[in-house]
T-cell receptor, first 113, second 112 residues
Framework: DTGVSQNPRHKITKRGQNVTFRCDPISEHNRLYWYRQTLGQGPKFLTYFQNEAQLEKSRLLSDRFSAERPKGSFSTLEIQRTEQGDSAMYLC???????????FGQGTRLTVV | GDSVTQMEGPVTLSEEAFLTINCTYTATGYPSLFWYVQYPGEGLQLLLKATKADDKGSNKGFEATYRKETTSFHLEKGSVQVSDSAVYFCALSELSGNQFYFGTGTSLTVIP
């Protein structure tokens, strides 16, 4: 287990389609985070899981977004009815505690055309 | 609420120049502080961290000291290299919280 893995790395989709991204965290990490990053900006928090429980969601996470972490292992982030404004890099991170560093995956770059 | 403010870029330096990227924070408690680096098309990599006041984080020639009195965590390097060209993000997290807060990033370009 060499780090946080995200798939796919790139996704191009047509507006209105649904997309799903997967994140495999470092195996012993019980905390998992999703962030969204647009060009020239820092990562913005979307949601947080502790084990399988989704404990916090940002206002950025509209009704079209849903995230799951079944059995506290991998996580998926689904965007329904994609819009051009959803184009961004979606980053997943995991950690053991919130006051220690988070380890990030390489991200999934979504382009909505 | 918690937030991080960092120096806007882009920053362009010649090789072997001294680097400072300023970062200040606002936090309700006693945060841990981090610097992350991001290379083009990649995720974020931890560069260094400090978990309490007066701690100094260091890695690969970079240093930052946790200054509670000035709520700052400025990143420094004595002699930058071309390979240091990247975007640098200051971040914080609190034990009582559930997320990391990031600054907007500072783009650094080092020219030979």
């Amino acid at each position: 287990d060499t780090g946080v893995s995200q798939n796919p790395r790139h996704k191009i989709t047509k507006r209105g389609q649904n997309v799903t991204f997967r994140c495999d965290p470092i195996s012993e990490h019980n905390r998992l985070y999703w962030y969204r990053q647009t060009l020239g900006q820092g990562p913005k928090f979307l949601t947080y899981f502790q084990n399988e429980a989704q404990l916090e969601k940002s206002r950025l996470l509209s009704d079209r977004f849903s995230a799951e972490r079944p059995k506290g292992s991998f996580s998926t982030l689904e965007i329904q009815r994609t819009e051009q404004g959803d184009s961004a890099m979606y980053l997943c991170a995991s950690s053991t505690r919130v006051d220690t560093e988070a380890f990030f995956g390489q991200g999934t770059r979504l382009t909505v055309v | 609420g918690d937030s991080v403010t960092q120096m806007e870029g882009p920053v362009t330096l010649s090789e072997e120049a001294f680097l400072t990227i300023n970062c200040t924070y606002t936090a309700t408690g006693y945060p841990s502080l981090f610097w992350y680096v991001q290379y083009p098309g990649e995720g974020l990599q931890l560069l260094l961290k400090a978990t309490k006041a007066d701690d100094k984080g260091s890695n690969k020639g970079f240093e930052a000291t946790y200054r509670k009195e000035t709520t700052s965590f400025h990143l420094e390097k004595g002699s930058v290299q071309v390979s240091d060209s990247a975007v640098y993000f200051c971040a914080l997290s609190e034990l009582s919280g559930n997320q990391f807060y990031f600054g907007t990033g500072t783009s650094l370009t080092v020219i030979p």
